[in-house]
């Protein structure tokens, strides 16, 4: 009976730990979309972004711009030459951020190496 317990317990955390990442990964695809909504009414219409559109102008946070801007990023053409496990070992960029960030970049019709 006691591990029986101890089980459901474990099952009841489990979900209570999903729920949570439900949430979070909701509220950040929110973000994403209300922040490329902006950047999109921002550009005119048909016009794409240069390689040479400065990272601060993505309004990817301070925490990632500064961590980007130390490591030498400082444009969109150097970011996309940048693969994903090479900005994952940038100090201040982890999953989350990375996610951040190639979404944005996949908004404005670029893409980061695999």
């Given at each position: ?13 489990k ?10 990964a ?5 973000s994403?979309k ?12 048909g ?22 801007r130390?490591?030498?990023?400082s ?9 994903k ?10 999953p989350?951020s990375?996610?951040?960030i190639i ?5 404005l019709?670029?893409s980061?190496?695999?």
């Open positions: 009976a006691a591990e029986e317990e101890k089980e459901q317990e474990v099952k009841a955390e979900k209570k730990t999903v729920k949570k990442k439900v949430a979070t909701d509220s950040a695809a929110s994403k209300k922040t490329s909504t902006k950047k999109k009414a921002a550009a005119p219409k016009d794409p972004v240069d390689g040479s559109t400065k990272v601060t102008e993505l309004k990817l946070g301070a925490r990632v711009e500064n961590s980007l130390q490591s030498g990023i444009t969109l053409s150097d970011l996309c030459s940048r693969r496990d090479d900005l994952l070992t940038l100090n201040g960029i982890g989350k990375l996610d951040k979404s944005m970049v996949e908004d019709g670029w980061i190496d695999q």
